[in-house]
């Protein structure tokens, strides 16, 4: 029996007729019963990825899952490339490039083979029941993946693949990147360099029913604070010879943090803290150790956290507002801030950015489907798009549409595949038209 994911696309198409004799391309109607035509391969080639374990840490698993993906396209002409990242302790990149007429603007796919779920987890398998599916990764971001996949199959079967220009970049380490991450994200920015457009495939928003476009999203960068102290007798706290030691630093800082940073698109998240005498990190900046007497004032205390916003000239100015709250030392003490350099930039939400999105609402238009409205860049994690958004106009979020991402039970909407996959395709055969 065809599974519900076909069905419900037959449904959509069936309703595409008296619309698309007058707003869709016959090439355009060709690709959206490819799609249809082709659920039962698009499905399981998503059953054999998510049963591939592909966490971010088991490098064997990565390489399986980019070797699955490889004939799918070389068969459509491109030519792939596995771009080894063991430097950075990951597994490496697959890259397919199809080159076209040279005429139309360069399109860019991202995506991502790894998930969170290391070969220890317990959700290890792809299960289907009706129109929902659960495994590891299903939607973050193996369902992005069949999306790529089956909308090139689509482009390919109408004609239309033959004269674009695109580049489909699937990193191995989203979840976790490797290190440093010039190294790690060397090949996607270079991708992004050569890009006129930028489509990134990770989940579809959808709220309420109604899906939503993504053309921001805010960056991801982790920060270290130490505060040093005097230590001595606790009988002396807040005296000037001993002042108020390194704990109350601490406490003044964040607090200050909490009252005068806020604001709209703005998180400043605490992940571990700790202080005493002595306290110390461990090397991966995920554990302190901590000892001390309730009569002796603390040294030393470390507080770990991340930093995330939606443009350049805001982390600027929260990272240089941040330095002047910790150089209002208390008597006696010390801090430093230090902020990683492997983290995440953000994907400002720009004209060419909110231009794509309105490209792509003309797709829905066309489809008879509802306009997808901007979705809240707040209410998204960081991703690799961002790396390219210097350089190229991006769309986030094009994948397919599920929940519980990165938690056992991650589940995908098998209706919304197709859905995906038939925008995905025509907008790229109209963008590959347009003149650079």
Do not use: C
Request: net charge neutral; aromatic share 4%; glycine share 12%.
């Amino acid at each position: 029996m065809r599974p519900l994911f076909a069905l419900l696309v037959a449904l959509l198409l069936a309703a595409l007729p008296a619309a698309a004799d007058a707003r869709l391309a016959r090439d355009e109607q060709r690709m959206a019963r490819t799609v249809e035509r082709e659920t039962d391969r698009t499905l399981a080639l998503l059953e054999r990825m998510v049963n591939q374990n592909s966490g971010t840490l088991n490098l064997a698993g990565v390489t399986a899952v980019a070797e699955m993906l490889r004939p799918e396209f070389e068969l459509l002409g491109f030519d792939v490339r596995w771009v080894e990242m063991r430097e950075t302790g990951r597994a490496g990149h697959l890259i397919a490039t199809h080159r076209g007429n040279g005429r139309g603007r360069r399109i860019l796919l991202i995506g991502h083979l790894d998930t969170v779920f290391e070969p220890d987890s317990p959700f290890q398998r792809f299960e289907r029941q009706g129109n929902r599916a659960t495994g590891p990764g299903v939607g973050d971001d193996k369902g992005g993946i069949v999306v790529i996949v089956a909308a090139l199959r689509a482009m390919h079967a109408a004609g239309t693949l033959r004269a674009a220009d695109i580049t489909v970049v699937l990193t191995g380490d989203e979840e976790r990147p490797g290190a440093p991450i010039a190294v790690a994200r060397r090949d996607l920015v270079e991708a992004g360099r050569w890009a006129d457009v930028a489509l990134e495939f990770e989940n579809l928003a959808v709220e309420d029913g109604r899906d939503y476009g993504t053309v921001a999203r805010r960056s991801s960068t982790s920060w270290t604070l130490r505060t040093s102290g005097r230590t001595g007798h606790s009988s002396g706290i807040f005296s000037e010879g001993l002042g108020y030691g390194a704990v109350y630093e601490m406490a003044r800082i964040l607090d200050a943090f909490r009252r005068e940073l806020p604001e709209p698109n703005l998180t400043f998240n605490v992940g571990v803290i700790g202080g005493g005498t002595p306290a110390t990190l461990d090397d991966q900046g995920l554990a302190i150790a901590a000892s001390g007497k309730t009569n002796i004032v603390a040294e030393t205390a470390i507080a770990r956290g991340d930093l995330r916003t939606l443009t350049g000239e805001q982390d600027g100015r929260i990272r240089a507002r941040m330095h002047a709250i910790i150089a209002q030392h208390l008597p006696g003490t010390s801090a430093e801030l230090v902020f990683s350099e492997d983290g995440y930039p953000p994907l400002p939400p720009t004209p060419g950015n909110r231009a794509l999105l309105a490209r792509l609402n003309a797709v829905n238009r066309d489809l008879g489907l509802p306009e997808m409205p901007e979705y809240d860049p707040a209410r998204r994690g960081a991703a690799d798009s961002s790396f390219v958004a210097g350089d190229a106009d991006v769309l986030a979020g094009l994948g397919a549409a599920g929940g519980g991402a990165h938690a056992p039970g991650e589940f995908i909407l098998l209706d919304s595949i197709g859905r995906s996959a038939i925008r995905a395709a025509i907008l790229m055969t109209r963008l590959s038209r347009e003149r650079r």
